[in-house]
């Protein structure tokens, strides 16, 4: 009869000794006993519970405890880790969006690791509004206030709750877009208690289907970017300057979600015209909502601007409160918008660095990894530089891509596989993010951000060759 499995676990006591003893040497960690005892109970409980004919493979001392210190190493260490981002996507939404300047690095640091005049007016000595100085930056920039909170989607929550609660908004069916997770604009709109009108079909929408969809209960005509998917063909679309004139003609507010919040041309990338905010703006539209951590190139963040009465109104709103970002944030996006206040955000934004990278430098730099791995390894290695097109990534410009050049690695029916490579790669410390291609692993210049990263790069994919 197989022996239960409950019979066999160590006690309480003399596992959370093994694990402290691992965490002290090899992995140099120190935690409280009290913490440590916890993670041992829980895992103990969790064992108890199993099923008792699972007995055969059950754990023993050493084999739990190098486990548990693993577990506890992790967290103290913390789940989220700097990666190298060489997949070639830049906005790698699950990889962080935007990386930062170092000028918006550096004032996070600062802010974050002492006091700040958060809501205090230095020269007053009074209580100030949180915000205040983005608002004048953002109108500095763009010729009217705004008012920030933490994501682009609760910039859309705030406008549609405050400004059309209860009352109607009319948007093209072509724009009732799904962002990440199954975030649905239906569903977004729902919960604020503005009611969805829609107009038009998936692929045309006149401007005479918003003209009858207008009633006494209309509050917001809404125009939604479509800057994660692209319809074409036989299609149409009201512009935002004919919407602009029918909002004035009946009163009502016009809001466009832009999303991906570019406030320099892409033309000067080598891409097709992305709306910039600017655009919308002169355009007539009353009120802009886009991303801080897209385009923009700061942190996540999610920008209302427009309309001096309706942002007031945004930021006097009882539900901005539940929104609005915290110093981390705001300090990240001032320093970010002073890029573009100096006139330096190509230079300096990380984002307009990919953007703007001409194809004969990732050439070059895909070129130098492959050598210093020949010099590492020798001939023995299976490795091409191999034109590639990155993607922007991040809902912003679909369908666009840059041309490149990147590093291949491995080869079919070789060991290690590009698969086992990659996994070698991501476990690393830094952790690398490539993407595997035709039986081999691609690891793009192009979203590899800074000099030092770039070293770290080949010295990581060394390591993974080697097993």
């Not at 918003?210 to 036989?234: C, D, P, W």
């Not at 919308?280 to 009465?309: C, E, I, M, T, Y």
């Not at 660095?353 to 020949?374: D, F, K, N, Q, V």
């Amino acid at each position: 009869m197989t022996a239960d499995v409950r019979r066999r676990l160590p006690s309480v006591e003399a596992l959370v000794a093994a694990v402290e003893g691992r965490l002290g040497e090899p992995l140099g960690v120190s935690l409280d006993r009290a913490v440590i005892t916890r993670i041992v109970r829980t895992r103990m409980s969790a064992l108890r519970h199993e099923a008792p004919g699972a007995a055969a493979g059950s754990p023993d001392l050493d084999s739990l405890a190098s486990i548990l210190a693993a577990e506890a190493k992790s967290l103290v260490e913390g789940g989220i880790r700097p990666v190298i981002n060489a997949s070639g996507v830049l906005l790698q939404t699950n990889l962080g969006r935007a990386p930062l300047s170092e000028e918006a690095g550096r004032h996070i640091q600062l802010v974050g690791m002492g006091y700040s005049n958060l809501e205090y007016d230095l020269a007053g000595g009074r209580r100030n509004q949180r915000g205040k100085s983005l608002s004048a930056s953002f109108l500095a920039l763009l010729g009217v206030p705004a008012v920030v909170v933490n994501n682009n989607a609760a910039s859309l929550v705030l406008a549609l709750a405050e400004l059309a609660r209860g009352r109607e908004v009319v948007v093209s069916r072509g724009e009732l877009i799904e962002i990440g997770d199954s975030f649905r604009l239906p569903d977004v709109m729902r919960i604020t208690g503005a009611r969805l009108v829609e107009v038009g079909t998936t692929n045309r929408t006149r401007l005479s289907d918003y003209r009858e969809a207008i009633t006494s209960r209309t509050a917001m005509l809404l125009k939604v970017h479509t800057s994660n998917f692209q319809v074409v063909g036989f299609v149409q679309s009201a512009t935002i300057s004919e919407l602009a004139t029918l909002a004035r003609e009946g009163e009502l507010v016009l809001m466009e979600d832009l999303g991906s919040g570019s406030l320099l041309p892409t033309e000067a990338a080598g891409l097709a015209h992305e709306p910039t905010v600017q655009d919308a703006l002169a355009a007539g539209a009353d009120l802009v909502a886009f991303s801080g951590d897209k385009l923009l190139g700061g942190p996540q963040a999610g920008v209302v601007a427009g309309r001096p009465d309706l942002v007031l109104r945004l930021g006097k709103s009882a539900l901005y409160r539940a929104l609005r970002p915290d110093k981390l944030t705001l300090a990240g996006l001032e320093a970010t918008l002073g890029s573009y206040l100096r006139g330096a955000a190509l230079a300096e934004l990380p984002v307009w660095r990919m953007l703007a990278e001409s194809a004969e430098s990732t050439r070059a730099r895909a070129a130098a990894w492959s050598e210093t791995i020949r010099e590492a390894l020798g001939e023995s290695v299976a490795q091409d530089v191999v034109a590639v097109e990155s993607a922007v990534g991040g809902g912003s410009l679909p369908g666009q891509t840059l041309a490149g050049y990147a590093l291949a690695v491995g080869q079919a029916g070789r060991r290690p596989s590009a698969a086992t490579l990659s996994e070698r790669l991501r476990r690393g410390s830094p952790a690398v993010v490539g993407r595997v291609q035709g039986g081999r692993l691609i690891l793009d210049p192009r979203t590899v951000v800074t000099p030092r990263e770039n070293n770290e790069v080949a010295a990581a994919l060394i390591a993974a060759l080697r097993g």
